[in-house]
């Protein structure tokens, strides 16, 4: 059977892949949002959805509720979308390419190197001229959810906060904003830069963080770069993990009185701010130097044909 949406063109698809991730995200939603009485007990599973905690199992509930909703949207999302595209879902997302190891640890230690350099970027957004009696309401809901979020110093914490934070979003944001929306583009001969920052921009957008969204759409844009440089989605998806669970681990450690400095909310001295630009560049020629110009043909699907098919 031809795959329904092989032929359909660029834009189109992109239109009804952002289409069918807003109704997976919905139904998803609404029976995420059924599920917490039932399996946490809360008594306004409302309130724990806009993020205010009142219950001993409301930040439980509402990592639960984190979880199924990106799973739920961005992933499952993707990987049927990419079945309609082609047939072979796991290899349309470029799950199956393979990958040298360099690239996986050059990847992990590029997210190391350029944590100082994303403050900066943090910095500089917030100087950025923006709605203020909107935007900073809402960030300080983030800021609160966020505080809340991180406030643990018990190891089960730890594991199930890193599965949500960290673990969930590399998988299926990569899924879908990388394997699916790039890719896509990539297999449609879009001029490689424009595709990678586009994808990038759209990836800040959906975290409707205001006062992050320029270090986003960087971080989104190089997890790009570094899906069109080593071909495998796996690489993106490490350097992803690798990034958010910093902030998870270093929270921690912090919590548990490990190490002093919050970074989070500590100033980044500028000598490390430029080292870490530094190191970060020299991460990103070296990608272009190993780079393996990875072709985005899309795979093909074995036909089979009417007087091909078994009598019965």
């Not at 109704?23 to 806009?50: A, I, N, W």
């Not at 630009?277 to 899309?298: N, T, V």
Request: hydrophobic share 55%.
């Amino acid at each position: 059977m031809n795959p329904p949406l092989k032929q359909f063109p660029v834009i189109l698809k992109s239109i009804l892949m952002f289409s069918l991730l807003m109704v997976f995200m919905s139904v998803v939603s609404y029976f995420g949002y059924l599920s917490l009485h039932g399996l946490f007990g809360v008594e306004k599973p409302e309130k724990v959805v806009e993020g205010v905690f009142t219950g001993a199992n409301d930040i439980k509930a509402f990592l639960f509720y984190q979880a199924i909703t990106s799973l739920g949207s961005f992933l499952l999302t993707a990987y049927l979308f990419s079945a309609l595209e082609s047939g072979k879902p796991l290899e349309h997302l470029r799950l199956k390419s393979p990958v040298g190891i360099k690239f996986i640890v050059l990847g992990i230690f590029a997210m190391v190197a350029a944590q100082f350099f994303i403050e900066f970027l943090v910095e500089v957004n917030s100087k950025l001229p923006f709605p203020a009696s909107v935007v900073d309401e809402y960030q300080k809901k983030i800021a609160a959810i966020t505080n809340a979020l991180m406030d643990f110093k018990d190891v089960p914490r730890l594991l199930f906060t890193t599965f949500v934070l960290a673990i969930v979003p590399a998988f299926a944001e990569e899924f879908f904003f990388r394997g699916l929306f790039l890719g896509d583009m990539l297999k449609n001969k879009v001029n490689p830069v424009f595709a990678i920052a586009l994808s990038g921009l759209f990836f800040a957008l959906a975290h409707f963080e205001f006062n992050n969204t320029l270090a986003i759409w960087v971080l989104g844009s190089f997890l790009g770069y570094l899906y069109y440089v080593s071909g495998s989605l796996w690489v993106p998806i490490v350097a992803h993990f690798t990034n958010n669970f910093l902030t998870v681990l270093l929270k921690y450690l912090f919590n548990i009185g490990v190490i002093s400095t919050d970074f989070a909310e500590a100033a980044t001295p500028w000598y490390l701010t430029l080292t870490s630009m530094l190191l970060f560049s020299g991460c990103i020629y070296l990608f272009y130097k190993w780079r393996i110009a990875p072709s985005f043909e899309e795979p093909e699907v074995e036909m089979v044909s009417d007087n091909e098919l078994p009598d019965s």
